[in-house]
Structures are given as C-alpha cells and as structure tokens.
Nanobody, 117 residues
C-alpha cells in the first residue's frame, strides 16, 4: 500500500508564495510520476504540474512560470513551489502518484490553499 502525506497549505496574500510538500511511503518500486492537482467546489480536479522519474515536467498553462515542481533528495518526496499567487489559485491541492509497474493511482488527502486579494 502507498500513502501520500501532504503539507504546506495555508492562507497567503496575492503575490505571495507557498511551498507544498508530498511524501510518499509504502511499496514504491520502479518508475512513477508524481504530480499536483487542484479542485474547487463544484468543479473537476485539474492538473497543476507533474514530474516523471525521467525528470520530464508538465505544467498547466495557468501556472506556468509561477509554479515549480521538484523532487527532494528522497525521490519519493515532491514539492510544489508556488510564487506570485493569485486569488484564482485558491483550491484544495492534491498530491498524486502514478505507479507505472502496477498502473495504479494514489492520492493524498488534500491541502487547502487560500489566496486573498
């Protein structure tokens, strides 16, 4: 079983920064893709950024140039550095791990990010 634990959400003023962290534990062997998604009430969960084991990154157009996804020295930890935050970035942010060997998706519990204007 794989568990994802997120931290780092909170309340920040527009223009500020936050860093989200996600630590994965459990039976993780081989290649995986880790990423961040966000969801606001009544809407679908959307991709924010992802990072593959091969260091390929992909960002949503709305965050490109402001957010950076990276892995820690422990490759099963992923960060999302969020700069120049805007009120429209307000959402619950979820960490995701896709394990290629088993084709399974795992999700964290979510962390609230609120950006005030």
């Amino acid at each position: 079983q794989v568990q994802l634990v997120e931290s780092g959400g909170g309340l920040v003023q527009a223009g500020g920064s936050l860093r989200l962290s996600c630590a994965a534990s459990g039976s993780i062997f081989g290649a995986n893709t880790m990423g961040w998604y966000r969801q606001v009430p009544g809407k679908q969960r959307d991709l924010v950024a992802l990072l593959t084991s091969a260091a390929y990154t992909n960002y949503a157009a709305a965050v490109k140039g402001r957010f950076t996804i990276s892995r820690g020295s422990d490759v099963n930890t992923v960060y999302l550095q969020m700069n120049s935050l805007k009120p429209e970035d307000t959402a619950v942010y979820y960490c995701n791990l896709y394990h290629w060997a088993t084709s399974r998706d795992y999700w964290g519990q979510g962390t609230q990010v609120t950006v005030s204007s």
